[in-house]
């Protein structure tokens, strides 16, 4: 099972200001994902990221509010511009298993936007 | 579009007893399907899987059943812990490691003492 190490773990930040988000992991994977799950929801899928080209965004999340970046087969990272209150939630980042298998999430990041 | 609903949002059993969560999916494109369980402040970790070409499974408590002419799906726990309480997402996804994951909505499953 691969090891994903997202950091930060949680943070406090001021509305207007933007939060990178990073995610590291073990092994070498082609897609990695990225989710944000609202208080007491489910998990929604923002964007794809894919090693090489532009990441594939979700219905209803556009990149200029979630810029994404995947320099390497282990690495990714998620921006939140421009927070306001509405994005305080977790994101995690995750990726697929072999195919027909799990998907393995990151510990996730707790954002708090005031 | 794809979509996985699942029923019921909360539940409560006595301890000892059994819980039973449903999911329905709408692609039928769909050969896999998870179900996560997440504690409170930590990832989602898988729990079970089953796949299109098998209609049940079992690892001791847990159990999952899978209907595909439906579309349905279903946890069964038995013997319900305390340790069992938590929010519990069924997921749909199709046959390539590409591929999103759509989950359901979650359940809150709470054992009572």
């Known amino acids: 099972s691969a090891v994903i190490s997202q950091k930060p773990s949680r943070d406090i930040c001021q509305r207007g200001t933007s939060l990178t988000i990073q995610c590291q992991v073990d092994?070498?994977?082609?897609?990695m994902f990225w989710y944000r799950q609202q208080p007491g929801q489910s998990l929604t899928l923002i964007a794809t990221?894919?090693?090489?080209?532009?990441?594939?965004?979700e219905s209803g999340f556009v990149i200029d509010k979630f810029p994404i970046s995947r320099p390497n087969l282990t690495f990714s990272t998620l921006t939140v511009s421009n927070m306001s209150p509405e994005d305080s939630s977790i994101y995690l980042c995750s990726v697929p298993g072999s195919v027909n298998t799990e998907a393995f999430f990151g510990q996730g990041t707790r954002l708090t936007v005031v | 579009g794809e979509n996985v609903e699942q029923h019921p949002s909360t539940l409560s059993v006595q301890e000892g007893d059994s819980a039973v969560i449903k999911c329905t999916y709408s692609d039928s494109a769909s050969n896999y399907f998870p179900w996560y369980k997440q504690e409170l402040g930590k990832r989602p970790q898988l729990i079970i899987d089953?796949?299109?070409?098998?209609g049940e499974k079992k690892d001791q408590r847990i159990a999952v059943t899978l209907n595909k002419t439906a579309k349905h799906f279903s946890l069964h726990i038995t013997e319900t812990q305390p340790e069992d309480s938590a929010v519990y997402f069924c997921?749909?996804?199709?046959?390539?490691?590409?591929?999103?994951?759509?989950f359901g909505s979650g359940t809150r499953l709470s054992i009572r003492p």
């Open positions: 092994s070498q994977v082609t897609m």
């Open positions: 089953i796949r299109s070409n098998v």
């Open positions: 997921a749909a996804k199709r046959g390539s490691s590409a591929s999103k994951i759509i």
């Open positions: 990221a894919n090693q090489g080209s532009e990441a594939t965004y």
